[in-house]
């Protein structure tokens, strides 16, 4: 048994963190899957998320064994398509990025004879009632059937299609789950309506929200990286960190998307949700346990902390046309599914600050940007300098580029690695600025899931730890629906950056505000 430490502690045991890991994941295998069916109802079928992102991660985790034995898949959407063209329609979206190629072809065929069509309309329930009836067809044989529902369509008939589905075609013996996609609202108004909306049909319980930044391999290792290691806790503070970068960019720009992003823009595109849960997930207390409860109350007091946003900590920007030799990128006003003259921001810088005892005057500064110099996603912690420095002088850089940074790379090219000084072999004692290096393509020589890989695969477990909960949105719509509401009244003219760029230059000015130069 562990004994006691001097100061009274018991000693933390190994493995704690690792049983609790352990219990959490036993908790969401209730479901009996010898015993039991899975249903899975991809509504908007025909849509470019499904090809793109459903098809191929359910595909994968088929390959790889974790869907439970019975299971099929149908499409539903209001076009028309046969089973056998449907299946065509999949197929082409299917790549074999799990095992060789040839193992993958056996399971092509098999997989997408498990899939099926039934098309329909989002707001009839006759409709609905014909799927249910043929989803009954596969599953009778089962004392249980299970059926989740991804809304996979736009948010204007969110509501109409969890009512149908509800009335007309939820389980009538086993659970019924729905994946809803953002953007859930764009204001704190739209969202409570929705919401509202919502909840006549589906109980929380019911409703998963997609981020599919919780998803990713490096966030989900955040609380891994934070709470399993005794070296990061101790100093992630405003004792120890000087600012936190959280910096998404990417280098192309909103080409076919246009309509859809003029109505948002990137605030409410990736800065509201994507890295405002990271903030949440970086700064958050230590959760009771592992349990998704526990870890959604710790992020939901991160962000019921922030201070209020000013116009004067945010920067926004839109990218123009660059031309040039063998350049000729267009501009966000050239794509003809934007409106002329539109001022929506494809850039947009923003420092926040968390108002509590942990993060009091540490600047959170958050950017992201399309149609930049490059696509990476990164947290960049920096820390403060050492105070009364040794080796000052021997540095060969200023103070400020001599402190400590940890960067956590979400994508691409995963890594996580800790900036720190070196003396440079030999003799004589000069220092250098080095790395100690986590790439995961050196240490694990192995497939990284895709975000909806591991989210899909937690919804069939009823596992809601990386999923958005209510009051969790109504924070995160709390603190930017007056800025923007403030932006769009005032009509803030966003500062133009050439496609390609680093952006506007307004945004090194609102990170020198704070002294942070962005990595
Ligand atoms: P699509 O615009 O491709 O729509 C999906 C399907 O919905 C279409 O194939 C169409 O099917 C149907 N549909 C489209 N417009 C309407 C309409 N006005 N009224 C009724 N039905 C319509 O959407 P995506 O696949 O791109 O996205 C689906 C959801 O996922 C959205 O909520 C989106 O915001 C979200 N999302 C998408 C991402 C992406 O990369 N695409 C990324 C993150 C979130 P049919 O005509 O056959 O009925
Ligand atoms: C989506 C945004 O949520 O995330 C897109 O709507 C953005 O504008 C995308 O391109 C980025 O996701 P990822 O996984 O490619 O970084």
Same mark, same amino acid.
């Given at each position: 048994p562990a004994s006691n430490t001097s100061n009274g502690t018991p000693p933390v045991e190994e493995g704690v963190v690792a049983d609790q890991l352990d219990a959490a994941a036993a908790e969401t295998h209730k479901t009996d899957w010898t015993k039991e069916t899975l249903s899975i109802v991809v509504v908007g079928a025909s849509g470019d998320l499904a090809r793109k992102k459903i098809y191929p991660a359910l595909f994968a985790l088929y390959v790889e064994d974790m869907? /439970?034995?019975?299971f099929t898949i149908y499409g539903y959407a209001r076009s028309k398509m046969s089973d056998e063209e449907f299946r065509d329609y999949i197929g082409g979206s299917? *790549?074999? $990025?799990? *095992?060789?190629e040839e193992s993958c072809g056996d399971k092509y065929d098999t997989f997408l004879e498990r899939c099926y069509y039934q098309p329909g309309q989002y707001s009839d329930q006759s409709d609905f009632k014909a799927l249910s009836d043929r989803m009954t067809e596969t599953e009778k044989d089962m004392k249980k059937a299970n059926r989740i529902f991804y809304l996979s369509i736009p948010p204007s008939i969110f509501t109409a299609v969890a009512g149908c589905a509800s009335k007309a075609a939820s389980s009538p013996t086993g659970w019924t789950r729905v994946i809803v996609e953002k953007p859930f609202g764009k204001d704190s108004e739209s969202f409570a309506q929705l919401e509202r909306e919502l909840s006549n049909f589906l109980s929380e319980e019911q409703m998963y929200r997609i981020?599919?930044?919780?998803?990713?391999e490096l966030i989900e290792n955040l609380t891994v990286l934070r709470f399993a290691n005794l070296v990061f806790e101790p100093l992630w503070s405003r004792n120890f960190i000087r600012n936190v970068q959280i910096i998404f960019s990417e280098d192309f720009g909103t080409e076919g998307r246009g309509g859809y992003f003029d109505q948002y823009g990137i605030i409410r595109d990736v800065i509201q949700n994507h890295l405002l849960q990271i903030v949440s997930l970086f700064a958050m207390e230590a959760p009771v346990s592992l349990d998704a409860e526990h870890i959604r109350n710790e992020k939901v007091k991160v962000l019921q902390s922030m201070k209020q946003l000013s116009l004067d900590d945010v920067v926004v920007g839109q990218y123009r046309a660059r031309q040039g030799k063998g350049v000729n990128h267009p501009g966000y006003l050239d794509d003809d599914t934007v409106p002329a003259g539109s001022l929506c921001p494809t850039f947009a810088a923003v420092a926040l600050f968390i108002n509590n005892a942990r993060w009091d005057g540490v600047p959170f500064l958050l950017k992201a940007g399309k149609a930049l110099e490059s696509r990476r996603t990164e947290i960049r912690v920096q820390f403060r300098h050492v105070p009364g420095n040794l080796f000052r002088d021997r540095l060969g850089l200023d103070l400020d580029r001599a402190t400590n940074e940890l960067v956590m790379r979400i994508q691409p090219d995963e890594a996580i690695y800790l900036k720190i000084n070196n003396k440079i072999p030999g003799l004589g004692m000069k220092l250098d600025v080095t790395k100690l290096d986590l790439t995961y393509k050196q240490r694990y020589n192995q497939h990284l899931p895709d975000a909806y890989e591991r989210l899909i695969l937690d919804v069939v477990n009823g596992d809601k730890r990386l999923f958005i909960r209510n009051d969790e949105l109504d924070a995160a719509w709390a603190l930017f629906t007056p800025i923007l509401k403030e932006i769009e009244d005032k009509k803030v003219q966003p500062e133009l950056y050439p496609y390609g760029? $680093?952006? /506007?230059v307004g945004s090194h000015y609102l990170a020198s505000k704070y002294g942070v130069r962005w990595g």
């Open positions: 869907l /439970p034995e019975n299917l *790549t074999c $990025r799990v *095992t060789d981020d599919h930044y919780l998803g990713k760029s $680093r952006g /506007p």
